[in-house]
């Protein structure tokens, strides 16, 4: 299979062309490399010619990057909170319409295959609970908001000739390549290492439903295979549990004490943003005989054999961050550029 992976030099997305690649497919990316293109760089050294890439921006989608592909995975975009709150509009033109637009090229182009990276983030405010599919989703933020208007373009969209899939993903923790720490477990494990203290809002009662990055991307692989009319229109939660945010602070601590760490555990108050939810995985078990398994404990368990443990200036650099590396950005470009934007 010829696989279209956008955002593929992201978080998420480099796991998924390695898992792509490893299985025989070729893969191409588009992205415009926000977190920088070194680690997309080094899988295609390794492809043998079946990675190549292009440096773009999916709100000016070029026609020609579905030439001689079978099938699209939608990553790309600004992936959470913070960044689509920080510039809304390019947040929507970029989460939203690109979204839209993409689906209209790879259905004029005969694309059937087009699965959509949206968010758990749509369960968030409702209530007490867990949530399915069915669920009423009411999104209040401007990213969980747009994931929205993505998911609902992409069902408008789906007839006998197109088949869309979208994938509520829950918080993913675990090791990539481009590291993410601003992430629930991962910003743990960052901060039990560089300063040894984690701290609780409200006492870490918020539920979430998490999942490993390797998981995510196998839940992709899934519906790329699945026969069309068992993902047609479909939504799929993926997650491998959910947790209360306390709990992952006592795996965290403990996987580290058993390292010689001692890690402590405070409380703090409440941020102004509280998200806290949970949801059910049983249709993409009972559907698509795929249910996420990498847990917590074993993801984290690799991070430390990966992760530089001494090295707390690379733990540290914003570039892991995605609020802190888009706002550094942005400074430098509009010092260099005044009135234009990064984004
Ligand atoms: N990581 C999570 O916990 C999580 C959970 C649910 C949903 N998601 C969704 O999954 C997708 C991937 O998330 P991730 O964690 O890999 O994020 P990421 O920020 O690491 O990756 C996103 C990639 O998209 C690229 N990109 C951003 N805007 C673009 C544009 N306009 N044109 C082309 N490329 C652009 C970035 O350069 C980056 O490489 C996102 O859509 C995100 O909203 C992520």
């Not at 373009?153 to 481009?178: C, E, K, M, N």
């Not at 058993?258 to 555990?265: A, D, E, I, S, Y």
């Not at 200036?313 to 990064?342: C, D, K, T």
Request: aromatic share 10%.
């Amino acid at each position: 299979m010829h696989v279209l992976v956008t955002g593929g030099g992201g978080y998420i997305g480099l796991e998924l062309c390695r898992q792509l690649l490893e299985r025989g497919d070729s893969v191409r990316v588009v992205d415009r490399f926000f977190f920088g293109e070194a680690p997309l760089r080094t899988l295609a050294k390794q492809s043998a010619g079946r990675l190549t890439y292009v440096a773009g921006d999916v709100r000016a989608f070029d026609d020609a990057w579905l030439d001689g592909i079978d099938a699209v995975s939608h990553l790309a975009g600004l992936s959470n909170d913070p960044t689509a709150e920080y510039n809304p509009d390019a947040n929507w033109q970029m989460n939203a319409i690109a979204t839209e637009r993409l689906a209209e090229a790879a259905k004029r182009r005969a694309v059937a295959r087009f699965v959509f990276g949206s968010s758990a983030s749509l369960y968030d405010g409702i209530g007490p609970g867990m949530f399915d599919e069915r669920t009423d989703v009411r999104p209040r933020g401007a990213y969980s908001i747009s994931k929205k208007y993505g998911e609902d373009a992409l069902r408008r969209l789906t007839d006998a000739a197109f088949a869309p899939t979208i994938l509520r993903q829950g918080t993913v923790y675990g090791w990539s390549p481009r590291m993410r720490f601003d992430l629930v477990v991962n910003t743990f494990l960052k901060d039990a290492i560089t300063v040894g203290k984690l701290y609780l809002h409200g006492g870490g009662w918020q539920w979430r439903p998490l999942v490993d990055v390797g998981d995510v991307a196998r839940a992709h692989i899934v519906c790329l295979d699945a026969p069309l009319d068992a993902v047609r229109g479909e939504i799929f939660n993926v997650m491998q549990e959910n947790y209360q945010v306390r709990q992952l602070a006592m795996l965290v601590a403990g996987s580290l004490s058993l390292k010689g760490r001692h890690v402590t555990l405070e409380e703090a108050p409440l941020p102004k943003l509280v998200r806290d939810y949970r949801m059910s995985n049983q249709k993409l078990t009972e559907r698509l005989g795929f249910t996420p398994a990498v847990t917590v404990l074993e993801s984290i368990d690799l991070m430390l054999q990966r992760l530089p443990l001494d090295d707390v200036g690379w733990l540290a650099n914003p570039r892991w961050y995605n609020i802190a590396w888009m706002s550094l950005l942005e400074e430098v470009h509009s010092a260099q550029r005044p009135f234009a934007s990064i984004y």
